[in-house]
């Protein structure tokens, strides 16, 4: 289970590459897009219909609003592409690794 984090009380910073790809191996199917400033990490998740990504694109926006870290998504018929990075810290941070950890629970078995 992943507990809830203010992540306003935390100090974040860019992780670095070695981090990075230790924490990519952690999220199945996810992977860099971006170079620079504009870096960051995504997933595109696949649906049988409109219902069913209109639903899953709620439930991220959930986890945005709770975690107040919030992606860039990309909404098709059957698939959402969703896009994390925090642009303070110029790359990707802790927090984009633990909100893509929240979006993948949402599908786990």
């Given at each position: 289970m992943l507990k809830q984090k203010d992540w306003s009380t935390q100090a974040r910073r860019a992780l670095?590459?070695?981090?990075?790809?230790?924490?990519l191996a952690q999220l199945e199917g996810w992977q860099l897009?971006?170079?620079?400033?504009?870096?960051?990490?995504?997933?595109t998740f696949r649906f049988a219909n409109y219902h069913e990504t209109?639903?899953?694109?709620?439930?991220v926006a959930f986890i945005a609003h709770t975690?107040?870290?919030?992606?860039?998504?990309?909404?098709?018929?059957d698939r959402c592409v969703v896009?994390?990075?925090t642009?303070?810290?110029g790359g990707i941070s802790g927090t984009d690794i633990d909100?893509?950890?929240?979006?993948e629970a949402l599908l786990a078995p």
């Open positions: 670095t590459a070695p981090e990075l790809v230790a924490k897009q971006g170079d620079g400033a504009d870096v960051a990490i995504a997933k209109l639903a899953f694109v709620n439930a975690q107040d870290h919030h992606p860039d998504l990309s909404v098709h018929y896009r994390f990075n642009h303070d810290v909100c893509a950890l929240r979006v």
